[in-house]
């Protein structure tokens, strides 16, 4: 039996999918501390926009990844079609996935930072969340600090080469 949907596309072949659910649109700069116990209060605004559960995993330049789930697998998943025949896909995804773990915020929005992620990331109470698109970024606050600084000297310059490609 056909949907209302399908009828009305069967009757005006002109007639728009639905769109697909765009994945939220993390932005913004925080700074919460990690308690004695490993734990960050996520920010207000990102723990209604990651979700009930969320993946922390290792990222780029000593940082941790926040992911919604759906996003999370989303990239586990385009990364393991490619992986089997690339050494390069195969041993990131080794590393990638090896040090992901789900989380699901407790009552007062707060998320266990585990300490293989924390060494990783040289994460101490003093940090910075950051909102990257679709996933936000836990940096050591000098750390980020330092790589603002490196990266800021150059942002126009970056903008020439990024933004023509995205057609902004």
Same mark, same amino acid.
């Given at each position: 039996?056909? &949907? &209302?949907?399908?009828?009305?596309?069967? *009757?005006?072949?002109?007639?728009?999918p639905?769109?697909?659910?765009l994945p939220? =649109?993390? =932005?913004? *700069?925080?700074?919460?501390?990690?308690?004695?116990?490993g734990r960050m209060a =996520?920010?207000?605004? =990102?723990?209604?926009?990651l979700g009930a559960g969320l993946v922390m995993a290792r990222g780029q330049e000593r940082c941790v990844y926040l992911l919604p789930q759906s996003?999370?697998?989303?990239?586990?998943?385009?990364?393991?079609r490619t992986s089997m025949g690339d050494k390069a896909a195969r041993d990131y995804l080794r590393v990638f996935l090896s040090g992901a773990v789900d #989380? &699901?915020?407790d009552k007062q929005g707060r998320v266990l930072v585990p300490q293989m992620l924390r060494d990783y990331a040289n994460l101490g109470d &003093?940090?910075?969340?950051?909102?990257?698109? *679709?996933?936000?970024e836990i940096?050591?606050?000098?750390?980020?600090?330092? +790589?603002?600084?490196?990266?800021? #000297?150059? +942002?126009a310059d970056i903008a020439d080469d990024v933004l023509p490609v995205v057609g902004f």
């Open positions: 039996m056909a &949907d &209302d949907s399908q009828v009305q596309n069967a *009757t005006n072949p002109s007639a728009q639905e769109p697909m659910a939220p =649109l993390l =932005l913004g *700069t925080y700074t919460p501390k990690i308690d004695a116990k =996520l920010p207000a605004k =990102l723990r209604s926009q996003e999370f697998r989303r990239i586990a998943i385009q990364i393991q #989380q &699901d915020p &003093d940090i910075v969340v950051i909102g990257v698109g *679709t996933r936000a940096w050591n606050r000098e750390a980020w600090e330092r +790589y603002l600084n490196e990266k800021e #000297q150059g +942002y």
